[in-house]
């Protein structure tokens, strides 16, 4: 039982990481985004880019924020539990 529930922490632990980096990964790409849109020359393209990586910024910042914060609560239960 205890080496069944180590493991899938272990899984579980894993995915928060990879979520963490599939949201770092879009977060770098709505920058990119955002400063290339700075270089367009047509007004509307320029607002429809901007406003487009703005969002994509600010989803993607809070789901990071949100599986760190997850992580971290989940470590501070299982220091709480073993001691």
């Known amino acids: 039982?205890?080496?069944?529930?180590?493991?899938l922490s272990i899984f579980w632990w894993?995915?928060?990481?990879?979520l963490i980096l599939v949201g770092c990964l879009f977060l770098t790409f709505g920058i990119l985004m955002l400063?290339?849109?700075y270089k367009l020359?047509?007004?509307?393209s320029f607002i429809m880019?901007?406003?487009?990586?703005?969002l994509m910024i600010l989803i993607?910042?809070?789901l990071v924020l949100g599986f760190v914060l997850r992580m971290?609560?989940?470590y501070r239960l299982?220091?709480?539990n073993e001691g």
């Open 35 to 37: 400063i290339s849109a």
């Open 1 to 7: 039982m205890e080496k069944e529930r180590f493991r």
């Open 78 to 80: 299982s220091k709480n």
């Open 60 to 62: 993607s910042a809070t």
């Open 49 to 54: 880019a901007f406003f487009a990586s703005n």
């Open 14 to 18: 894993i995915r928060q990481a990879i």
């Open 72 to 74: 971290v609560n989940v």
């Open 41 to 44: 020359k047509d007004p509307y």
